[in-house]
């Protein structure tokens, strides 16, 4: 009955998300993950169709030189390679960061492989097409003050080379300073935007982990209370009855009782440890309960024939009801059989069993002088671990009516509830 791990409830509670690893760590960046994805892709797709155009725009210099040449494969391959590894999900850093280094080497030497070409102020060329697919690659690989460095700078640097091609002509500034403007301001919109996204993304993760941990910590100490209701109601069932019986056994079958009910409880603080310490978790017919609340009851001293109302032979009757359901049933009645015993000598004591719905509902009476529930002490665990705690630990219901003209103690479980 070992209390379940923090860390073993973790697992279980990330077993239910779709994320995968052991550790929150691992784990809580499941959203974050997938808003990276959706950044390549977007990043991916804008690749294809800004830089078409750019390639299309180079082919006006197709023949300037080998220089040239090399330079726009250079550039437009890493474009490439950057596209593609963003659609595939891998190495995406990698390649966007290659072009976005790449990108700015190939602005500086682009006026030299291009010196025969002369500048047309009403025109822009190709490199211009890339400038925000430059911003773009760093938004994948760089972290984001970087991101804002090559939002800002690598426009900054084109227009500077477009300027130096045009020896500074008056005609160049106006063009160029608005087309540079509009350019740092997408760039800063696209890592702006990015940014944003990545934030919600990592807040959705941080929520998601601390919900977990407080499952964790709500479920770890919830499995702490059933362990100690499990072993307070052990020890008053078993260990306490048992020296009860011991020290009222004056003749031999008194005291065969009370030897065999200090080996039961021997034997299931023995087993307090297992995972499974009552046994097997198969099915058990309503029939089988109330054979076993009778033989419970002949160990308590006490003949009881439970009335079976509306249940067929047990050869004929479907077994439904989970084992350890059924053993909870049998040991909160035995407990209500022995309070009758003890608070009521006995008086008119009868038990029956029947049908609730898809599971069952054993009623153990007797009329006696009744009793207060309300009034009994909270270290008194016959009815509140032994029953109340004991049915609700396995998702039914125990409830007692009393009055001066006896006692009813009811335990239901519908199958209703996940036990």
Do not use: K
Request: charged share 15%.
């Amino acid at each position: 009955m070992a209390v379940t791990s923090p860390q073993g409830v973790i697992d279980a509670a990330w077993g239910t998300l779709p994320a995968s690893g052991r550790t929150v760590e691992g784990a809580g960046r499941y959203t974050s993950a997938r808003m990276e994805r959706i950044v390549q892709i977007v990043v991916a797709v804008g690749c294809l169709a800004i830089g078409g155009q750019g390639f299309f725009a180079s082919l006006d210099l197709a023949g300037s030189g080998v220089s040239h040449g090399i330079l726009r494969g250079t550039v437009f391959v890493s474009l490439l390679a950057m596209t593609v590894l963003c659609i595939i999900g891998w190495g995406a850093r990698i390649a966007s960061a290659v072009f976005a280094i790449l990108f700015p080497i190939s602005l500086v030497l682009f006026p030299f492989v291009t010196a025969a070409t002369p500048p047309n102020s009403g025109s822009q060329p190709w490199p211009f097409y890339l400038i925000s697919l430059a911003a773009t690659g760093a938004l994948v690989a760089f972290r984001l003050p970087w991101q804002y460095v090559w939002a800002i700078g690598t426009p900054l640097l084109y227009a500077a080379m477009r300027l130096w091609m045009g020896g500074f002509a008056i005609e160049y500034w106006i063009g160029v300073g608005y087309d540079i403007s509009v350019a740092v301001l997408l760039n800063l919109v696209i890592v702006t935007v990015a940014w944003v996204l990545r934030s919600l993304g990592a807040g959705v993760d941080a929520a998601r982990v601390q919900a977990v941990l407080s499952y964790a910590r709500a479920a770890s100490a919830d499995a702490g209370e059933q362990e100690r209701v499990a072993v307070a109601a052990l020890m008053h069932d078993s260990v306490l009855a048992a020296l009860i019986a011991a020290e009222r056994a004056h003749t031999p079958r008194e005291h065969q009782l009370a030897v065999s009910m200090a080996r039961e409880a021997l034997t299931r603080l023995a087993n307090a440890e297992s995972d499974d310490p009552e046994g097997s978790d198969e099915p058990v017919g309503r029939c089988r309960i109330a054979d076993d609340i009778e033989r419970s009851a002949r160990d308590l001293g006490v003949e009881l024939a439970v009335e079976r109302v509306d249940i067929g032979p047990e050869t004929v009757e479907q077994p439904v009801i989970p084992g350890r359901v059924a053993r909870a049933i049998v040991l909160a009645a035995t407990q209500a059989v022995a309070n009758a015993v003890q608070h009521a000598e006995g008086a008119g004591l009868r038990s029956r069993i029947l049908r609730a719905g898809r599971g069952v509902r054993v009623e153990v009476s007797d009329t006696g002088p009744g009793v207060d529930v309300a009034l009994i002490p909270s270290d008194r665990l016959g009815i509140r671990a032994s029953i109340f705690a004991r049915m609700t630990a396995v998702g039914g219901e125990a409830t007692i009516e009393s009055s001066g003209r006896g006692t009813t103690v009811a335990l239901t479980w519908t199958g209703d509830r996940r036990a």
